[in-house]
């Protein structure tokens, strides 16, 4: 079975001190949650157009930098403009996450996605995130993770 990119980060001995199914489960949603916040406010010029490319383009201009250190300031400074649960406090933000992935999210998922203005496209956009990562769950297995389909999004498929 091939490697999947995100597996090395929870052998991270601070991620598993950190992490359970639960918490890990937890913390993929905020972060994603936070990532598709951001995006929307960026369509709704709420956000400075390009907020999420800027991070992306900065962490290739300093090399060594963690890109999540990067989007972690980024959520930081939102915590007081937004005042939400959303990004408040959480234990997502101890975490060590592997540019790879955030890279994936970022370019191929987010910022290349086009414009959802509309409440409708937003809707849909949202809707698929939440479907994709509640139809899933991330377990920790001894050595990686595993991510299974939970048994009620398989069913419904059907």
């Known amino acids: 079975m091939a490697r999947r990119a995100g597996e090395r980060y929870c052998k991270h001995p601070k991620n598993r001190r950190l992490l359970n199914d639960y918490t890990l489960n937890e913390a993929v949603q905020r972060i994603l949650d936070r990532i598709v916040f951001i995006r ?14 800027a991070i992306l383009r900065m962490w290739k201009e300093r090399p060594g930098l963690s ?18 649960l959303l990004f408040s406090p959480h234990q997502c933000e101890e975490l060590e996450i592997g540019n790879e992935v955030l890279i994936k999210i970022l370019e191929n998922r987010i910022i ?15 809707a698929v995130f939440t479907r994709s990562s509640s139809a899933r769950t991330i377990h920790l297995a001894p050595k990686n993770v595993v991510i299974k389909e939970k048994p009620e999004s398989t069913k419904s498929r059907r």
């Open 40 to 53: 929307v406010c960026e369509d709704r010029e709420i956000e400075v157009e390009n907020t999420l490319l």
């Open 67 to 84: 890109l999540y250190s990067l989007l972690n300031e980024l959520f930081k400074q939102r915590r007081a403009l937004y005042n939400g």
């Open 112 to 126: 290349r996605s086009r414009r959802i203005t509309s409440m409708r496209s937003v809707s849909r956009y949202s």
